[in-house]
C-alpha cells in the first residue's frame, strides 16, 4: 500500500523524533500494562501456590495472616495450637487427611518448616501437581532435613551436607542450634511456589533441636543442659494445619466446627474464599495505580500530538509536492492518521514487550526478596482493552494535525519559505 509505505519513509526521515514519541508511549503503557499483568501474575502465583486444601486451621485470629503466614510463608502466626486439638481434628470421621505445620525457625532467612510425611503426599499445587524430590529423599531421623529448590540452589548445597539452624525468622539471629547440626538428605522438585523457598524437618526433630529450651528460650549461660532422650520428645504444640474434607459438603460444617470448638479457640479458613479478600483490599491500590497509568498514557498521546503539529510548517512544501504529484487530499489526510496509528501501534507493542520482559526479569527477585509468588500470564482482555483504545485514541489524536494539513493549499505550500 503507497500510503503506508509513505507513512513509514516519513517516520524514518524524522528517526529522532519518532523513536522519542514511541518511547513515550511505550512507557505509558508499560506502566498500565505493568499493573495489570503483575496483578494478574500475583494472583495467578498464589492461587496456584495451594490445591485441593479445603480448610488452614490456627490459632484464633485473622484469615489472612493465617494463610498468609502458615502458606506463603509471610508474617507470622498470632499464636500456636495444641497437638491434642490437631489429633482431635485429625481422626475426625469427616477429614480425609491433615497437615501439621509448625515453624519458628530459619536458616539463612530461610523459613524451616517441621512437618511429617503426609506433607509430601498430600501437598498439591498447581491444581493437581503434587512434591517430588529431585534428589534423596523426605527426612526421617531426628536430626534429617530437606531443602526446597532455590534454596540448594542459592546456597550451593547438596546431599550429605551439614546445616546449623536458627531460632527466629531473622536473616541473622544470635540463636542458633550449633550443637545440633542437621544433615541433607533430600532436594525437593522446582515448584516456583514458597515451597522451594523452605527447609523441612521432622516434627520430633524440631523437639529435639529445642530439647531443654524453656518457654521458647535457651539455658541459661553456665547452666547445665541436658543429655537428650529420644524416647522422652514428644509434640505439644504445633503452629497451624492444613486439612483436607472427605467430601465438599462437609467442608462448611467442620468449619463451623472448628470455630466453635469450645476446647480451644481455633480459626478455620477456606483459602479461596481468603485469597478473594485479599484482592479486595488490593482494589483500591490496582484502581489508583491504573489512573495514574492512565493520567501517563495520555501524556504520552499528547506528546505524539504535538510532535505531529509541531512539523506540519516543516512539511507543508512536501504536502504541496505529493499533492502535485497526485495524492488527493483525502489521502493527504488518511497519510497523517497513518503516521499517527504507526507511532501509536509501535509504542504500544514495546510497551507490551518491556512487561514481559521485566516480569521475567524479577520474577526471581520479587519472590526471594518479598516472598510474593509470581507467576508469568498471558495476555488478559483487559490488556487487550488497553492495547486497542491507545491505537484508537492515537488515531483520533492524530486526525487533528491531518486536518490540518487537510487545509494546506496547494499554492500555499509551494509558496513557502
Do not use: C
Not at 108 to 121: C, M, Q, S
Not at 177 to 201: E, S
Not at 269 to 293: G, K, N, R
Not at 352 to 362: D, E, K, M, P
Amino acid at each position: 500500500m503507497i500510503l503506508l509505505r509513505l507513512a513509514i519513509k516519513s517516520l524514518r526521515s524524522r528517526a529522532l523524533a519518532t523513536t522519542l514519541t514511541i518511547f513515550s508511549i511505550g512507557l505509558s503503557v508499560t506502566l498500565m500494562v505493568g499493573v495489570d499483568r503483575l496483578r494478574g501474575a500475583a494472583q495467578e502465583g498464589f492461587s496456584g501456590t495451594i490445591s485441593r486444601t479445603d480448610l488452614i486451621v490456627g490459632a484464633r485470629g485473622g484469615g489472612l495472616p493465617l494463610l498468609l503466614s502458615s502458606v506463603f510463608h509471610i508474617g507470622n502466626a498470632s499464636n500456636n495450637i495444641s497437638w491434642e486439638s490437631y489429633q482431635h481434628f485429625a481422626h475426625h470421621p469427616a477429614v480425609a487427611w491433615t497437615i501439621p505445620i509448625s515453624m519458628g525457625d530459619s536458616h539463612h532467612g530461610y523459613r524451616v518448616i517441621a512437618t511429617d510425611d503426609n506433607f509430601y503426599k498430600h501437598y498439591i499445587y498447581r491444581r493437581d501437581h503434587s512434591l517430588h524430590f529431585a534428589e534423596g529423599h523426605a527426612p526421617e531421623g531426628l536430626f534429617e532435613v530437606a531443602l526446597g529448590a532455590d534454596v540448594a540452589t542459592r546456597l550451593g548445597y547438596q546431599l550429605g551436607q551439614q546445616v546449623v539452624l536458627a531460632h527466629g525468622i531473622e536473616e541473622r539471629s544470635v540463636l542458633n542450634h550449633a550443637n545440633t547440626p542437621f544433615t541433607i538428605v533430600g532436594i525437593l522438585d522446582q515448584t516456583a511456589t514458597p515451597v522451594d523457598r523452605a527447609l523441612y524437618i521432622t516434627l520430633l526433630g524440631e523437639e529435639a533441636m529445642h530439647y531443654g529450651w524453656s518457654d521458647g528460650t535457651p539455658p541459661a549461660i553456665g547452666e547445665t543442659v541436658p543429655q537428650l532422650d529420644p524416647s522422652r520428645l514428644k509434640v505439644d504444640q504445633i503452629t497451624a494445619f492444613l486439612l483436607g474434607a472427605k467430601s465438599r459438603v462437609s467442608t462448611l460444617y467442620l468449619q463451623r466446627e472448628i470455630n466453635t470448638d469450645k476446647a480451644e479457640p481455633l480459626t478455620a479458613i477456606i483459602p479461596a474464599y481468603t485469597l478473594q479478600e485479599l484482592w479486595s483490599l488490593l482494589d483500591y491500590a490496582d484502581t489508583a495505580l491504573s489512573l495514574v497509568s492512565a493520567a501517563v498514557l495520555v501524556v504520552g498521546l499528547l506528546a505524539m500530538l504535538i510532535a505531529l503539529y509541531a512539523t506540519l510548517n516543516e512539511r507543508r512544501r512536501e504536502i504541496a509536492i505529493l499533492r502535485a504529484v497526485g495524492l488527493h487530499v483525502r489521502q493527504i489526510f488518511i497519510l497523517f492518521l497513518f503516521e499517527s496509528t504507526l507511532v501509536a501501534a509501535a509504542g504500544t507493542l514495546l510497551g507490551i514487550a518491556a512487561v514481559y520482559v521485566l516480569l521475567f526479569a524479577l520474577r526471581g527477585t520479587i519472590e526471594n526478596h518479598f516472598g510474593l509468588p509470581v507467576a508469568l500470564v498471558g495476555l488478559s482482555k483487559r490488556v487487550e482493552l488497553y492495547a486497542a483504545a491507545t491505537i484508537v485514541s492515537a488515531a483520533v489524536l492524530g486526525s487533528i494535525p491531518a486536518a490540518r494539513a487537510y487545509r494546506n493549499s496547494l499554492v500555499d505550500g509551494l509558496n513557502a519559505q
